[in-house]
Each structure stands twice: as C-alpha cells, then as structure tokens.
C-alpha cells in the first residue's frame, strides 16, 4: 500500500501540521512516511502545501506531480491541483470559497464544510481537524487511535489537555463528509 | 533500536550533531538550512552535553572558528546554503592545507549569486572539484534521506578524524525541509581535554613542559617542503579514494538502462525506475553515496555487464555528469537530464528523458 496525498489551501489554515499529523500516524502505524512542504515566500500569506506519502514500503520520491488524493481548501490550489489527482483517486475539498467546483468524472469527489462545522464548534483552530477527519473516513489508512497516539508523541505535554476538542473535530469530519459524484 | 522521531533533514542533522559528541556548532542563518541553528538553539546542547552553540557574525567568522577549534582537537560542524558556503571557501582550503578534521553542510539552493532559496544540486563542482584555491580534496557524502542527514554526521566525524580531512555533506533544500521517519543514534560522549591530548598528537592544547610544540599552519614558504606536503596530501586522498567509496545499486542486476544519481534525485530518479520497469523497460539507479571519492569503479562494472546507456539525473545544467563520462570512458551512451535554478523535475520527467535521450536517442 502506497498513499500518495497533495494538501493545499491558505497559509495559515494548517495545512502543514495536518500533513504532519498524518506522517506521525504514519508512523505510529509502523509505516514509512515522508512530508515535503512547499516552503518560500508563497507561503506568506498566501497558498501552502505539503506532499504527505504514507507506505508499506520505502518511500521513493518525496516529490510528485500526481496524486492518489488531493485535499483541496481554497480555490488557487482548487485550479492548481484539481488535475493533478490520479484517475480513480479521491478528491476532497471544502466549498467555502470555492468558486468553481470540480468538474471531474474520472476521480471521487468528496465535500466537506470544515470552515462552517468548526466555526459552529466556535474554533476556527480545528478546521485542519475536521478536514483531517473527512478524510479518515473516505480514506481509512490511518487509524484514530494512532492520530491521537502520534498527537500524544507531537504535542508538547503542556498541549496534551487539548487532544479530547482534537478528537472531537475527527468526528465530526468523519460523519459529515458527503460523497459528490455517483 | 534506536529513537523515532519524525523529523526535518535540517532538524536531524542538528541532532545528530549533538548526540555525535560534538564540542561546538558555528553558524550563520540562511534558508533553507535555518532550522540547524534554530534546532540548536532551542535544544541548548550546552546544558544536555556541553557542547557550544553560536552564531557567528557571518559565514566567514563562522568557518575560521571551526578552523581554530578544529586546530585544538575539538570535534566541530557548521551549516550554510550555497551563497554562505561560497564565502567558507577559504577556510575550508587553510583547514584542508593544516589537514584538520571538521564536518560542514551545505543545504544547496538555486545560483549563481543569490539565487533562490529553493532547491538545487549546482554546487557539485564546487563540492569535488575544490571551491577554495589549491590542489585539496574533501570527502563529501550525499545524503538521500533525513535518516542520513543524521547517520552521515556519525560517519562525517569518523573519516573526518580518521583522515584528518574536511567532510561536507552535501544536501539540497528538499532533503533539508522534508520530514520523514529517523531512527536517532544513542548519545555518544564528548572527548575530555585529557583524551584529546592523548588521541591527536598533532592537536594544539597548550604546550606542556617538555613536550615538542604542535603548530597548526597552511603555510610553508619552503617550496620543497610544500611539494613534499603536497605530494602527502595526494598520497591521502588515494587511500581514501581506495577504501571509502560508497554507492548504492537498485534494481541494477539485469538493467539496461541505468540513472545515475544523488540526493533528492536518486529519490525522484528511483520512482522513475518503478515506472519503467511497470513499462516493462529494464531500468535501475545508481545511487552515488560519496561524490569524492566517486564510485567510478561501480560505473565502470555496468560496462562489462552490458549496460547500454547511463542518464545523469542533477538539479543542475550538467555538472556531475563530467564524472560518469570520464568513468565509463566511452563505453555506453551518457546524457544529462535536469531542471534547475529552484525547480525539480518530477519522475516522469526523469523517465520521459531516459525514453527519448537515452533508449530513442
């Protein structure tokens, strides 16, 4: 098994920290990973990304051009990558802000509203979350237990008290995903 | 086993630094290898190890600090990317004339000049072929992953110190900035002035009642003695190119085809083999591990094996790809492939190049 996962939206949104969170599940897993970031001047302020690979195997190229699943949150990297998903591959996005929907046939098209469900949540902080959730369920790789097992490892102690709101948000995500394409 | 972490190259690399046994880290900040000073800093070795952290007043400080620490038997390491490594260039020629052990880093973005500060492999000449003045070698190591931007600093000060010679490990943005599974290495001690006194007669500690003096120096005005010096130096680095040439062969048994590559390409270079082999073409990689000394030996084997052509897979516009034709003299087609000034190229450009350079051309 090889997962090979494009997550793109706004600096800020934690795109990043989502990938790492994911690569420490990973792990956790006992699984090869690699992370690479977009890293430079884009990131301030506007779009950031990051190459999350999750595998049985030993990861070859942390640089890709086409990917198994794309996780999409605004819409540059909506025009961006949207092409760049695999046929047959997953692409999971939030519509808020989203201008024009994905068109595409060839890949399943997942939706959902993390700025809307973590706003009602009233923190905007566990957007990533949510998102991170959604895409649990479609894509079951990595398991709960070992996000929160690779959040215990990552988080400084002094954070730990906040992994039950974390957990919460995966739920959440997990039970409002909603599938777009037949 | 060992500690898992999953970490950044840069970060690793800092780690290693500390759990190496290390008495000091010189620096200066430049992206995209910041995160080694910053990684540093945060952990302050000085009260896990003692081990001194600081952050010079530029590269030039930085390097001519290594060069007196080193001189002392101390078992130093800095960092730079490509523009701050340009300015190191001539200490590292006075540390590799006084033949001083010391490891250094280079996370290599784009040039000339400034440049960019994403990813490049540019500086390959700079790295084999002597940036600083004079007729010196250093070892350098290429790591391909953050599991070697951490075992090679081990490995670093080992040859480092077995050969009293400068180590560059030679990195690029993508292994420096990605993050990926390291299994760290146990905390090794740090020599005491007493074991250092003890282990390198050639290290200036002070001189004690009647004991020779130890001189450092790069400098004999004595031509004689220089060529005699030389002519040492030279007599080194054969021994190191006979016994520390390191290389890894993937998928090369039956090939063909092969990429010659290192760093982050040997990674991109290494999914372009998957593909091809999916095509049904026989493809495999040579990855080079050290860049001095340079696997020509394993070059030369695929020859008699039968190989029909070698693809050099750089981030640069052709520069390591002088070493593979001067090794297989002829014997099989060699092309370059290679984006660069910031960007990197992806695998399928890496197989469409074998397709049409190499298996078409």
């Known amino acids: ?182 | 086993m060992g500690e898992l972490k999953l970490m950044k190259g840069n970060e690793a690399l800092a780690e290693a630094a500390i759990r190496a046994g290390a008495d000091a880290y010189f620096g200066y900040p430049i992206t995209p290898q910041s995160e080694v000073i910053e990684y540093l800093m945060s952990e302050k070795p000085y009260e896990r190890t003692g081990m001194v952290v600081l952050q010079a007043e530029s590269e030039v400080a930085a390097i001519n600090m290594i060069y007196g620490a080193a001189g002392a038997g101390k078992r130093v390491i800095t960092s730079s990317s490509s523009p701050g490594i340009s300015l190191k260039q001539e200490g590292i020629s006075y540390i590799s004339g006084a033949e001083l052990p010391c490891v250094y880093a280079n996370v290599v973005r784009g040039g000339p000049g400034l440049g960019t500060i994403q990813p490049s492999q540019a500086d390959y000449f700079q790295s084999v072929k002597g940036g600083g003045h004079g007729d010196y070698k250093q070892i350098v190591l290429a790591p391909a992953s953050v599991q070697e931007m951490s075992d090679f600093v081990k490995l670093g000060f080992e040859l480092a110190f077995k050969y009293r010679i400068a180590v560059l490990i030679l990195s690029d943005g993508v292994i420096g900035q990605m993050m990926e599974k390291v299994e760290l290495f146990d905390q090794m001690p740090r020599l005491t002035d007493e074991e250092i006194y003890e282990k390198f007669p050639w290290a200036t500690t002070g001189k004690k009642k009647g004991t020779e003096r130890r001189i450092i120096t790069s400098l004999d005005l004595d031509s004689h003695k220089m060529e005699e010096h030389n002519h040492h130096l030279q007599r080194k680095y054969k021994t190191i190119m006979e016994n520390e040439v390191r290389s890894e062969a993937i998928h090369c048994d039956d090939a063909e085809y092969i990429f010659v590559a290192y760093g982050s390409s040997a990674r991109i270079a290494q999914k372009a083999v998957d593909m091809a082999r999916a095509k049904g073409i026989k493809a495999g990689l040579i990855r080079l591990i050290t860049l001095f000394p340079f696997p020509e030996k394993q070059l030369q084997a695929f020859c008699k094996q039968g190989v029909k052509g070698f693809l050099a897979v750089e981030m640069s516009a052709g520069q390591m790809v002088e070493d593979v034709r001067l090794s297989v003299a002829g014997c099989a087609k060699v092309q370059h492939y290679g984006r660069f000034g910031g960007i990197i190229h992806s695998p399928e450009e890496v197989l469409r190049a074998m397709e049409q350079q190499i298996i078409g051309g």
């Open chain 1, 1 to 182: 098994m090889t997962e090979e996962i494009i997550i793109a939206g706004f600096g800020g949104q934690g795109v990043l920290s989502m990938g790492k969170i994911l690569a420490y599940s990973g792990i956790m897993q006992d699984q090869e990973v690699s992370w690479m970031p977009s890293y430079g001047p884009e990131m301030r302020g506007g779009t950031a990304n990051v190459t999350v690979i999750i595998s049985d195997e030993r990861v070859s190229s942390p640089i890709l051009t086409r990917f198994d699943t794309g996780i999409i949150l605004n819409q540059q990297s909506m025009d961006k990558f949207e092409g760049s998903v695999k046929p047959g591959g997953v692409l999971l996005y939030d519509p808020n802000g989203i201008t024009r929907h994905p068109e595409r046939t060839d890949i399943d098209v997942y939706q959902i509203e993390g700025a809307r469900l973590s706003a009602e949540m009233g923190n905007t902080k566990i957007f990533n979350m949510v998102i991170l959730g959604a895409y649990m369920k479609v894509k079951p790789i990595v398991l709960l237990e070992n996000v929160i097992k690779g959040l215990k490892k990552s988080l400084p102690e002094r954070y730990h008290t906040l992994i039950p709101l974390n957990e919460d948000a995966i739920r959440l995500g997990m039970k409002n995903v909603v599938r777009k394409t037949a």
